[in-house]
């Protein structure tokens, strides 16, 4: 081992040679409609090149796709689309004195203008942005990004911090007021692993290292982040700290506040970092705190040391049959009470558990057959009804004695809330779907479909009336806004000593609806107001950005914002960060 | 002016059309033919809930809820340990009063019921008519969340036949909040207990283990129940077949579980009752006097039950469209305040209480003005007009033609009247009520008058003054009739006002109009129930009425009385008891003491007509003396913070502010001169007089 390890990204540094400039992941990886058919594209993903017989009839019923209306989308934008950079010959001078990499491209603007929101989607394929940024600088380590901060001080220009563009939260679009020049800070060139300490299990990391590349290498060295959020194929550990993001596989290693024990921030003021590297400090407020969460708008976090652990000896799936949605609930909250969870433990509702059975893919006689038997079992012989079941996932981590030892125990609650194990297989399926899923939206997309997932976190005794209810105003609303054929289901996807975390998918045809972005928006806007009603959060893990403003305030408290307020002005007294994110454009004068 | 009459007019004809298109369809049909009818008792049901649940909950799950939940767990912990009882002792307390109150489901008792009760409706009734778009309407609604629905009260009758219209639909039959003088009737209590009655006490005292449980107990329905949910939000029978002005307790108790964020929405389903004839119809009269009703019981009611071997005409049902509390209340309050700390810790607060009327006056108005106009409602009108101008008799001619006249009108007006051949109508419906209309061979119609005897009259139990027996002899019949009319006010009153103001005062401006009629409104704004914030509204809707019918005309701006004169005297002749009972206790306020009981002001106002009445130097309607309208009064006075009511050993006493009741008083007096027009100008002087 020598160090620093330069490690060699899978995403290249211009990212739309490899992935999907208008929609999600990789260009060879995509839901295919034709010939009445179905199938994933691409052989990245383990369902990929099979044929997924289900999934027709699933959205010609559920949510009303007619193949032949089939939307053409927009091609890639040129220079004509958007007004040229407004960026002065000094500016550009002064980058090319400092050797900092740069680009006026329209297209590397464009796809770093924008995270994964639906109406980002929308806009790349439908529309145009209002405001787009007019650079891109790619600083390569914690020096460059110093001198970028200070450039921006002292020519007044703003830089938003670009690490995956994987957020849903609209924290990276630029604020469409923004007179002065943006720069966006992609910070996928620093992605070296600096040092990594074995003794202490710890790794110095640059910020803009991206989850695939981090695990891959930190894998062939014998060790693990364990951090592992829906995204990390594409997001950046700078990111992760950025948002307060959560990973599958929290219970085993902790959220990002767990994993991270060391952090550097530049700021217009300068860097804010500890003078140590402890495992634990009661000196004052943690001021990682501050940084952990800032959605880019106090500064641009750099290097990050974050525990490792060694890779673990055995992986396991399983799964655990319902016969409703509250008897999964239950178990999962006395896993949580006798602190016996899995690395992962899920909980997915019956539209869920039904739309699942869409992505299988074709599978050989046998196969059908097993099904089947399995089928008659549990809803002949166990009495379940199938529109009302719903499955647990299950991965367990750890040496095979604990894993052995655990699963048993798992499976003795689940019995006593009338589970029933329903074997390794669909555990795993449930897994490997979830990086598939958020490919799904693109087609919809094709097909006047519009989709969106929303989280929150809640405290145990108010989940089911949350998610109940939640269901119900959407339901309410999409009648109410004319939509005939749309989705809503739900998953419990974490769980804590206090609460849970839930997440909801809710996806429409907009055939009939004008403004179908719009619509969602609203209806979004009221599934949220329930869920703070409900006694849910304004988000366990995606963040506020601008999308989830309103919810701010009565979140932290007035006090809180002005707390905010105050950080901000100390740390960026111009406003160089000025991502809007949190509270409505920060007036200047404030500042 | 004349586009905006045009407009007017085709706003109207299809606010007509559409009452056309709202079908309603007799239940009880299909029983006539049907030979056996036990065969329709016991088929099949498939009834729809208010929520999907598995496994049903049973009634006594509810029960074991309140049972264990923490408010009622801390509250056994804190009796027992002030008292030093056993909280054993305590728990069975418990457990008794749920018992009291818990609701049961016998489907054999409701089987059996639904059988006799054919049986009677097929005796005693010409036709249940029920709505059946409305019904289906809610039922495609019914499913996923709590439904509530809301009743007028207008007899003892309501519940049971709603209950059997209830059955007729397969719709499950709601648990119903009854009150405990059902409770005590001996058989009867269970009986409507193992249909899903549950029970509530009427004494307000401050038990609050009592109301800690039936509160408890409430809230388990809507969180955890799926049976629909009725109660009477006018909280008891109305005893002038006039809508009420909604009570809060129960509306509270529901709202708890929205506000709390326990259930996504609860659906209020407003329904309308309206019967040709009353069951207690005599008692309503003596109760509005102030003879009160005998209690319940059980061979009372069978007793009942064989004089009404008669014929009671019609029952109409109107099933309104459901009213949303999350459509209302959504933008009005925030919920999340309660999302810290265990649930149970949680209380309604004052910002909640302050929108609950909101709620609640939306049922009361829905109520009022989707119920079913009956034919007798508008004879009891006319004759009641002919009256107070001293013509005591009409003939069936003249009758027909002024309900022909009526009748196309309210329907302009918005009453839902069925279209029916008028003169077949008239006579069948006075068949129903030749008790107290007669038609002689002449066919001269009149009010049947002194045929009633009270015998003995115990003057302890008397509410309010000891009137005497011939002044109650006198009077029922007359309030009896009043009691009939007073259905059509709801669409009458505001009309009247407006006539009232100009022929008292004159031509006058839009904007000069309002302000009387605000004022007039307020007044009567618990006579006829309607909140503060739908008075302009209703003025201007009654302004396009009477322009409508030349009632009134507006020239450059002005409006002023025009030519109809007719219908001018209809309309100040319908409010003309209100306005005298209103008059003179204002008049009575006046002349009292800083502070006084009601009794005391309920008393002194009741002698003062009576002895006005006794004269018989004119014809004073006996309605004026009715403790209904008394009370509505002192209601609205305190609402205006004229008066201000406080309890002092239980009894209902008011502080009076001298000057304002002198200004009310002074502004009432304005309105008198109209009462020229029918002739009755002279009460007010005679009234005056004898102050």
Not at chain 1, 30 to 59: Q, T
Not at chain 2, 618 to 634: E, T, V
Request: glycine share 6%; hydrophobic share 40%; with cysteine.
């Amino acid at each position: 081992m020598t160090f620093p390890i330069n490690v060699e990204s899978a995403i290249p540094k211009h990212r739309h040679q490899l992935l999907k400039w208008n929609g999600w992941g990789y260009q060879d990886s995509k839901f295919v409609f034709k010939d009445n058919e179905v199938y994933f594209s691409g052989k990245r993903y383990p369902i990929g090149e099979l044929k997924l017989p289900h999934f027709v009839g699933w959205v010609t019923n559920v949510l009303g796709i007619d193949a032949l209306k089939e939307q053409t989308h927009q091609p890639p934008p040129t220079n004509l689309d958007y007004p040229p950079p407004n960026i002065s010959d000094e500016i550009i001078k002064t980058l090319e004195l400092l050797n900092l990499s740069h680009s006026l491209n329209v297209m590397d603007r464009v796809v770093r203008a924008h995270g994964h929101t639906l109406n980002d989607m929308f806009i790349l394929k439908f529309g145009k942005f209002e405001r787009i940024p007019d650079i891109v600088i790619w600083p390569e380590c914690h020096d460059h990004v110093v001198e970028i901060v200070k450039l921006a001080e002292e020519y007044n220009l703003v830089i938003i911090p670009f690490g995956g563009g994987t957020a849903v939260s609209g924290a990276v679009e630029c604020p469409i007021d923004e007179r002065r020049p943006i720069i966006s800070l992609d910070t996928s060139q620093m992605n070296r692993i600096l040092w990594l300490n074995e003794e202490n299990l710890v790794a110095c990391c640059e910020c803009g290292i991206i989850g695939q590349d981090l695990e891959r290498t930190l894998n062939d060295l014998g060790y693990t982040t364990g951090h592992e959020p829906d995204s990390y194929e594409f997001s950046s550990l700078g990111g992760w700290v950025a948002t307060r993001a959560s990973g599958m596989k929290k219970n085993l290693y902790g959220n990002i506040e767990d994993l991270t024990v060391h952090i550097k921030m530049v700021t217009p003021k300068g860097v804010l970092e500890k003078g140590c590297q402890v495992p634990r400090l009661s000196c004052g407020p943690d001021f990682n705190h501050i940084i952990m969460g800032s959605e880019g708008s106090l500064g641009v976090i750099t290097e990050v040391v974050i525990k490792i652990r060694p890779l673990p000896k055995c992986r396991k799936y399983g799964s655990i049959v319902f016969p409703d949605f509250e008897y999964g609930v239950k178990c999962m909250r006395e896993v949580a009470r006798q602190r016996c969870q899995p690395a992962s433990i899920r909980l997915m509702d019956n539209d869920q558990f039904k739309f699942g059975v869409i992505l299988k893919p074709e599978s050989s006689y046998f196969g059908i057959m097993l099904d089947g038997i399995k089928q008659f079992y549990i809803t002949k012989i166990k009495g379940f009804d199938s529109d009302r079941m719903c499955v647990m996932t299950l991965l367990l981590e750890g040496d095979p004695e604990e894993v052995k030892i655990n699963e048993k125990k798992l499976y003795n609650i689940g019995s006593q809330f009338k589970g029933v194990p329903a074997g390794e297989k669909n555990g795993e399926r449930g897994y490997m779907l979830t990086f598939v899923i958020a490919y799904i939206r693109d087609l919809g997309l094709q097909y006047n479909v519009v989709a969106e997932s929303f989280e929150t976190s809640v405290p145990w005794n108010k989940a089911v009336t949350l998610v109940r209810n939640v269901k119900h105003v959407v339901i309410e609303e999409c009648t109410k806004a004319g939509i005939v054929c749309f989705v809503i289901n739900s998953r419990v996807t974490q769980t804590y000593d206090s609460g849970c975390v839930i997440y909801f998918y809710l996806g429409f045809n907009y055939s009939n609806i004008q403004n179908p972005v719009e619509v969602h928006h609203h209806l979004e806007e009221k599934a949220r107001d329930e869920i703070i009603a409900c006694g849910g959060s304004v988000s366990h893990h995606h963040g506020v950005g601008k999308l989830r403003k309103k919810w701010y305030p009565e979140t932290v408290s007035k006090v809180g914002v002005n707390l905010y307020l105050c950080a901000k002005k100390e740390l960026d007294p111009k406003n160089i960060f000025a991502t809007n994110n949190f509270v409505d454009s920060v007036p200047h004068s404030k500042l | 002016m004349v586009g905006q009459l045009l407009n007017v007019n085709n706003r109207q004809k299809v606010l007509h059309m559409a009452r056309k298109m709202d079908k309603y369809e007799d239940i009880i049909e299909n029983r006539r033919n049907d030979l056996i009818n036990w065969n329709w008792s016991t088929r099949t049901l498939r009834t729809q809930v208010a929520v999907k649940i598995y496994p049903r909950p049973a009634p006594e799950s509810h029960k074991l809820a309140v049972l264990h939940a923490p408010k009622i767990r801390e509250l056994v912990d804190e009796i027992s340990s002030k008292r030093n009882i056993k909280k054993e002792i305590i728990a069975k307390e418990v457990v008794e009063i749920l018992e009291e109150i818990g609701y049961k489901k016998s489907l054999k008792v409701i089987r059996y019921l639904s059988y006799a009760l054919t049986k009677i409706f097929l005796n005693i009734s010409s036709g249940i008519f029920v709505n059946y778009q409305g019904i289906s309407k809610i039922k495609s609604q019914m499913g996923n969340r709590p439904v509530i629905f809301v009743p007028s009260h207008r007899s003892y009758a309501d519940f049971i036949i709603f209950s059997y219209v209830f059955f007729y639909y397969d719709i499950e039959i709601p648990a119903i909040a009854a009150g405990m003088d059902f409770h005590s009737m001996m058989g009867m209590g269970e009986m409507l207990r193992n249909t899903g009655a549950f029970f509530m006490r009427r004494t307000y005292n401050d038990d609050s283990l009592y109301w800690s449980i039936f509160k408890e107990y409430v809230y388990q329905l809507v969180c955890k129940g799926d049976l629909p949910i009725e109660f009477f939000i006018e909280g008891t029978r109305s005893r002038s077949n006039k809508s009420v002005t909604p009570k809060y307790g129960l509306i509270n108790m529901i709202l708890k579980a929205y506000f709390l964020s326990e259930v996504p929405d609860i659906l209020f389903v407003p329904v309308s009752i309206n019967y040709d004839r009353l069951l207690e119809e005599n008692l309503f009269a003596f109760e509005l006097l102030g003879i009160p009703k005998p209690k319940e019981t059980t061979s009372a009611f069978f007793k009942s039950l064989s004089i009404i071997k008669q014929n009671y005409g019609n029952i109409f049902f109107h099933f309104g469209d459901p009213i949303s509390t999350r459509d209302i209340l959504e933008d009005k309050i925030n919920r999340t305040k309660y999302s810290k700390g265990p649930t149970h810790i949680h209380e309604i607060n004052e910002e909640e209480k302050r929108v609950i009327p909101i709620l609640a006056y939306e049922i009361v108005r829905k109520q009022q003005s989707s119920t079913v106009i009956s034919y007798f409602n508008l004879i009891a009108l006319i004759l009641n007009n002919h009256i107070t101008r001293d013509q005591n008799t009409t003939s069936l001619h003249e009758l027909c033609s002024e309900v022909r006249i009526l009748r196309n009108v309210l329907r302009l007006w918005g009453a839902p009247i069925f279209e029916r051949d008028i003169e077949e109508t008239v006579l069948e419906t006075l068949m129903v009520h030749k008790g107290l209309v007669t038609t002689d061979e002449n066919q001269t119609i009149g009010l049947i008058t002194n045929k009633i005897t009270t015998g003995k009259l115990n003057a302890d139990k008397l509410k309010a003054h000891a009137l005497s027996e011939n002044t109650i002899s006198y009077s029922v019949p007359f309030i009896t009739l009043q009691i009939y009319a007073n259905p059509v006010l709801h669409y009458l009153v505001d009309g009247a006002l407006v006539v009232i103001i100009l022929r008292s005062v004159g031509e006058m401006a839009i904007d000069d109009l309002f302000k009387h009629f605000c004022f007039l409104r307020a007044i009567f704004s618990y006579e006829f129930v309607l909140l503060e914030s739908w008075y302009k509204m209703q003025f201007e809707s009654s302004l396009n009425n009477l322009l409508g019918q030349n009632i009134i005309i507006c020239k450059n701006g002005q409006y002023n009385i025009y030519e109809n004169k007719y219908f001018e005297e209809v309309l100040i002749s319908s409010i003309q008891p209100f306005i005298l009972s209103h008059y003179v206790i204002t008049e009575m306020l006046l002349k009292t003491a800083a502070q006084v009981d009601e009794k005391t002001i309920f008393t002194n106002a009741q002698k003062l007509l009576e002895e006005a009445i006794n004269e018989k130097k004119m014809f004073i309607h006996p309605y004026c003396m009715s403790l209904d309208s008394f009370g509505n009064c002192l209601g609205s006075l305190g609402k205006m913070k004229v008066i201000e009511k406080k309890q002092i050993n239980g009894k209902n006493v008011f502080n009076i502010n001298q000057q304002s009741i002198a200004k009310v008083k002074r502004d009432l007096e304005i309105y008198i001169p109209s009462f020229h027009v029918i002739k009755s100008f002279d009460i007010f002087l005679h009234i005056k007089s004898k102050l």
